[in-house]
């Protein structure tokens, strides 16, 4: 199993471990700090000892990367991860800022039913089914949103069910849902936020989530675990 520190830091960016196995040009780590696709969440970008992560991929409860040929990494190997800070702080922000909205979705549209999402580092976005135009809601949603992010309220996040690796996030007085991604500290780090109507297709709206305002949060940038 590899051990996720970034659910434990989400705001660590740089990490000394040890090449658990090796398979070509892919690496598995003992520990990581490197988010592998998942819940639609986008990958981290970073490096392994300087080589570019080109892919990171979940495997079950282990995390795979996959490293240009000639990477001469071997396993019980010592490196040093570092993490692309700024992508990793978007995607934190985004996806917690499309789960106020699918919160917020829920109450207005009680049974309405998410097709799917995605959480890139410029936007966010939500499908839903449904016939009718969800857009006169957005006005509603953003001042809500604003309204959560102005009282800097703390997001617990912890396991449901450790062994399975089964995590939640809360937020009191507002929601609790599950969820294994990366998430800020707290709401107010989200900022201001816009809201887009895409219709995809019959019976299929799509709401896509910017942000308004720049991170204002510097990782701190400790080594090692």
Not at 56 to 62: D, I, T
Not at 145 to 153: G, N
Request: net charge neutral; proline share 4%.
């Amino acid at each position: 199993m590899t051990k996720k520190i970034f659910w434990n830091d989400p705001y660590l960016t740089s990490l000394d471990t040890m090449v658990s196995r090796v398979d070509g040009e892919r690496v598995w780590l003992r520990e990581t700090i490197l988010f592998a696709f998942s819940g639609g969440q986008e990958s981290d970008a970073g490096t392994v000892n300087g080589h570019a992560v080109l892919s990171a991929e979940k495997q079950g409860q282990e995390i795979s990367y996959l490293l240009a040929p000639g990477h001469g990494l071997q396993t019980d190997e010592h490196v040093r991860l570092e993490l692309d800070w700024g992508r990793r702080y978007a995607l934190m922000r985004l996806h917690f800022a499309a789960e106020m909205i699918l919160q917020m979705m829920y109450k207005l549209r009680p049974g309405i039913e998410r097709l799917g999402a995605h959480i890139a580092a410029d936007k966010a976005r939500i499908d839903f089914a449904s016939a009718e135009n969800l857009s006169p809601l957005f006005a509603v949603m953003e001042k809500d949103a604003a309204l959560l992010v102005a009282k800097d309220l703390p997001i617990i996040t912890a396991f449901s069910d450790e062994a399975t690796e089964r995590r939640y996030w809360a937020v009191e007085d507002f929601a609790r849902m599950p969820c294994g991604g990366t998430h800020p500290r707290s709401t107010g780090e989200i900022g201001r936020i816009a809201l887009k109507r895409k219709n995809t297709g019959k019976g299929k709206e799509r709401i896509e989530i910017s942000l308004l305002e720049s991170g204002s949060i510097t990782a701190p940038g400790l080594a090692g675990v």
